[in-house]
């Protein structure tokens, strides 16, 4: 049985001869079009369609030295926390014309660091990546390769070069100060073990006063994790009157196994997450959680590399772009 050879792509040659014009017009009429008339790109880009030609990137970013790539890591696409970012990264890059080529550290040092070399070595335009990176050898390689680096999703007094985020710490305080103000002093921490994560129950303890029972689970949190957790810190303390949770996942966890012990939320236990995922208001009963700007992190990471990206100083390179409680249901809020 013979195999049919494969077809070859279209070039911009195939173009021009189907619109019949020269290579160069037909060229213009793809990258710079105002410099043809109007019937020459109508005439170009139904040649286009005819030849299925797609334009080589990599070929005119040697010439640019532009590359159109960003590339984004997270810890892990599960995470639902990080998703708001990562679609308005893509959605502010793509309108300037840049796409995003995702990776995952899933929480891994040694993983970081493969991951960024990889994207390195792709000379991306930009780098934006969820969570400080600890490597130093990394970051000195960032730095060396001249790449903009954008972190989110936390906060830094030396970043590798931009940032936009917040503090967990303060926000561990604040929930704590949360619990305080309502009189709850039998209070659970159930978390994830990633840096961020305890980051925050470091700042709760210390705005608290005091060791409270904790559950700690491997990242990236998830509704069985949660359920586990639950029961893990009622096994360390059965009157336990609020948990706190690093993730809205894991406080969902954890609802659904206080409601198969059959206790009451709030009434018997009280539950507050981190992230305000889009299920969190939706939940029976609805979630309270902290709320960060998801959507305007990734907006600001993305156009803070497209002003590096046109040899644009950035006016604000580290922005805190801060958080607040939503008090719903699972606290008496709702």
């Given at each position: 049985?013979?195999?049919?050879?494969?077809?070859?792509?279209?070039?911009?040659?195939?173009?021009?001869?189907?619109?019949?014009?020269?290579?160069?017009?037909?060229?213009?009429?793809?990258?710079?079009?105002?410099?043809?008339?109007?019937?020459?790109?109508?005439?170009?880009?139904?040649?286009?369609?005819?030849?299925?030609?797609?334009?080589?990137?990599?070929?005119g970013g040697l010439k640019s030295r532009r590359s159109r790539m960003v590339a984004g890591i997270v810890p892990a696409l599960s995470v639902a926390q990080f998703l708001p970012s990562v679609q308005?990264?893509?959605?502010?890059?793509?309108?300037?014309?840049?796409?995003?080529?995702?990776?995952?550290?899933?929480?891994?040092?040694?993983?970081?660091?493969?991951?960024?070399?990889?994207?390195?070595?792709?000379?991306?335009?930009?780098?934006?990546?969820?969570?400080?990176?600890?490597?130093?050898?990394?970051?000195?390689?960032?730095?060396?390769?001249?790449?903009?680096?954008?972190?989110?999703?936390?906060?830094?007094?030396?970043?590798?070069?931009?940032?936009?985020?917040?503090?967990?710490?303060?926000?561990?305080?604040?929930?704590?100060?949360?619990?305080?103000?309502?009189?709850?002093?039998?209070?659970?921490?159930?978390?994830?073990?990633?840096?961020?994560?305890?980051?925050?129950?470091?700042?709760?303890?210390?705005?608290?006063?005091?060791?409270?029972?904790?559950?700690?689970?491997?990242?990236?949190?998830?509704?069985?994790?949660?359920?586990?957790?639950?029961?893990?810190?009622?096994?360390?303390?059965?009157?336990?009157?609020?948990?706190?949770?690093?993730?809205?996942?894991?406080?969902?966890?954890?609802?659904?196994?206080?409601?198969?012990?059959?206790?009451?939320?709030?009434?018997?236990?009280?539950?507050?997450?981190?992230?305000?995922?889009?299920?969190?208001?939706?939940?029976?009963?609805?979630?309270?959680?902290?709320?960060?700007?998801?959507?305007?992190?990734?907006?600001?990471?993305?156009?803070?590399?497209?002003?590096r990206a046109r040899g644009e100083p950035v006016a604000q390179p580290v922005v805190d772009v801060g958080f607040r409680i939503v008090e719903r249901e699972s606290t008496a809020g709702g």
């Amino acid at each position: 049985m013979s195999v049919p050879p494969p077809l070859k792509p279209a070039t911009l040659h195939d173009v021009a001869r189907a619109a019949g014009v020269s290579p160069i017009t037909a060229s213009r009429a793809l990258s710079n079009p105002a410099l043809v008339s109007p019937k020459t790109i109508a005439l170009v880009q139904q040649a286009v369609e005819a030849t299925g030609y797609i334009p080589n990137l990599l070929a005119g970013g040697l010439k640019s030295r532009r590359s159109r790539m960003v590339a984004g890591i997270v810890p892990a696409l599960s995470v639902a926390q990080f998703l708001p970012s990562v679609q308005t990264l893509t959605e502010t890059l793509a309108e300037e014309g840049y796409q995003v080529l995702l990776g995952q550290t899933r929480y891994d040092a040694a993983r970081e660091e493969a991951v960024l070399n990889t994207m390195i070595s792709r000379q991306p335009d930009g780098i934006v990546f969820a969570g400080l990176i600890q490597s130093e050898a990394a970051r000195e390689r960032l730095r060396r390769a001249g790449v903009p680096v954008v972190e989110i999703w936390d906060l830094s007094q030396r970043p590798v070069d931009m940032l936009v985020g917040f503090s967990h710490l303060k926000v561990g305080s604040a929930l704590a100060g949360f619990c305080l103000a309502r009189g709850w002093r039998r209070v659970g921490i159930a978390t994830a073990d990633d840096h961020r994560a305890m980051q925050r129950r470091e700042g709760f303890i210390a705005a608290f006063g005091r060791e409270v029972p904790t559950a700690c689970v491997t990242a990236p949190s998830n509704l069985e994790r949660g359920r586990r957790a639950l029961a893990d810190l009622l096994a360390q303390d059965p009157a336990l009157r609020m948990i706190c949770c690093s993730s809205d996942q894991l406080a969902h966890g954890v609802l659904v196994e206080a409601h198969a012990r059959g206790l009451r939320v709030p009434q018997d236990l009280a539950i507050c997450g981190f992230g305000n995922a889009d299920f969190s208001a939706h939940l029976l009963p609805s979630l309270s959680t902290v709320l960060v700007d998801g959507p305007g992190i990734g907006r600001l990471a993305a156009e803070m590399v497209l002003a590096r990206a046109r040899g644009e100083p950035v006016a604000q390179p580290v922005v805190d772009v801060g958080f607040r409680i939503v008090e719903r249901e699972s606290t008496a809020g709702g």
